[in-house]
């Protein structure tokens, strides 16, 4: 059962510690709201007067966020989902892609 296991397996772990991941995650930004934490980038963006300049006029997740939802906390999640859903399909396409014969 040791690392061949592992091998076969890599796909179905990485999605459910993704998962879980994502769906823990609102939990961190109520703890940022309870207790002030910002990023530090927005701090400084406000001290020097930065405004933010939208790329796309209408984004499909503004903020990380699915507005047909109403909901944004389960928005988080879902565009959470997808994102990780990308990125990891990505990856397993370029790997596929620069596996040896």
């Known amino acids: ?3 061949e296991w592992l091998r076969e397996r ?3 772990l990485t999605i459910v ?3 879980v991941m994502v769906l823990i995650s609102p ?3 109520i703890a940022c709201e309870r207790v002030g934490y910002s990023e530090p980038l927005e701090n400084v963006g406000e001290e020097f007067g930065a405004e933010e300049i939208p790329i796309y006029e209408n984004p499909p ?3 990380y966020d699915v507005p047909a ?3 944004p906390a ?3 999640i879902i565009s959470g989902i997808v994102g990780s859903l990308v990125v990891l399909l990505l990856a397993v396409g370029i790997g ?3 596996k040896k014969p």
């Open 61 to 63: 997740m503004p903020d």
């Open 1 to 3: 059962m040791g690392v």
């Open 69 to 71: 939802l109403g909901n």
């Open 96 to 98: 596929t892609l620069l």
């Open 17 to 19: 510690a993704v998962v």
């Open 74 to 76: 389960l928005g988080g």
């Open 27 to 29: 939990l961190f930004g």
């Open 10 to 12: 890599w796909v179905l």
